[in-house]
């Protein structure tokens, strides 16, 4: 896909962006001066356009022009490990990823899978990441760590200079804290949608919602008032489980959590946040508790986020920190003698 064809996705999410701009670029791209390719590279082209069009990748959605070309590279791996056979709707696009309802295969053990598509980078405002990224390592595409790499250094210095290379870096460790960590929860228990597989650019997970309609947000549901407690109590559940897992989401509110039949599920991970090695743990927990504790007071739920969150933190943060002393004096020599 050329620049072109991305600039023209860049400006379908972006509203601002008027038209006579838009206009403007498009005859400019359009006067450019096209030089004249060699025989050998229309050659090697026809050749590469012959192979990809083996595994082309059958789409009933229709996306547009420009949305086309990033949309089918980004879930070709799924294509190829034949996970899923088809693109069936947009669910939501966003600033940040758009998600897709898909028809998956039997591998999957799911007839429909949701995949996240993240935005090209180069497009994509990055969430403004610095708070989150404090306290945990860069991760790679097979979800190691990188500062355990023997190019640490090397690595570190292209995302602290945002080079191309570097940026590549930063989304692909966005991205896998999110898949790897639906993982882990999924594993736990928790109620998180199963995740199946990830790329490049997304991420491909359990579905939730039937295959004519997606699973509201919480925020957008009617809920009856006998399943209000209920469910609040199963959000704290999930935030208790996590932080026992030394785990704070980072982004939780009714806008991050599904609603379908009477269960919830919570989604979009990739700023969870490690509560023991992140300064601003504290603080993004109490957020994260005082977001649920409004919308509840809402449905008619009256709690005391701070009661929570000193509950909470007294619970297992307080305990991991004075291990984390203890340890400390038995190590240095300092604090004993
Ligand atoms: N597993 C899923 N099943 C059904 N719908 C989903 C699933 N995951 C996400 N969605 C839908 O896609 C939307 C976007 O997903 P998510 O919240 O993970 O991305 P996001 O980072 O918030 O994207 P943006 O920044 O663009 O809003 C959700 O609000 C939800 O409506
Ligand atoms: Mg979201």
Known sequence: VSKHDYSEY????????????????????????????????????????AASAENTAVSTYRPSRFEEGWLLSSLRPFYQQELITDVLAQVKGGKEASVYRCAATPNTGFELAAAKVYRPRMFRQLRNDKMYRE????????????????HADRIQRAVGKKTSFGQQVSQTSWLMYEYTTLGQLYQMG???????????????????????????????????????????????????????????????????????????????????????????????????IERICDY?????????????????????????????????????????M
């Open 10 to 49: 860049e400006s379908m999410f972006d509203p601002m962006q008027n038209d006579r701009k838009a206009r403007r670029a498009r005859k400019t791209d359009g006067r450019r001066h096209q030089p004249k390719k060699s025989h050998d590279a229309i050659l090697s082209e026809m050749v590469e356009a």
């Open 296 to 336: 509840f007071a809402d449905q008619g739920v009256e709690r005391d986020p701070d009661g929570i969150l000193r509950a909470f933190w007294n619970r297992y943060q307080a305990v991991n920190q004075r291990d984390q002393q203890a340890d400390e004096s038995r190590l240095n020599p300092d604090a004993w």
């Open 190 to 288: 928790a109620a998180v949608p199963k995740p199946l597989a990830s790329g490049e650019n997304a991420i491909l997970m359990e579905y939730i919602g039937d295959e004519g309609m997606a699973a509201p947000l919480l925020s957008e549901v009617d809920l009856h008032p006998k399943e209000v407690r209920p469910l609040f109590d199963e959000v704290l559940r999930n935030i208790e489980l996590m932080l026992q897992h030394h785990m704070i989401h980072g982004d939780l509110s009714a806008y991050n959590i599904l609603y379908w039949e009477g269960k919830i599920t919570l989604i979009d991970f990739p700023q969870v946040t490690n509560s023991l090695t992140n300064r601003n743990a504290r603080f993004i927990l109490a957020r994260d």
């Open 135 to 150: 306290g945990r390592g860069l991760l790679s595409a097979e979800g190691q760590n990188l500062n355990q790499s023997v």
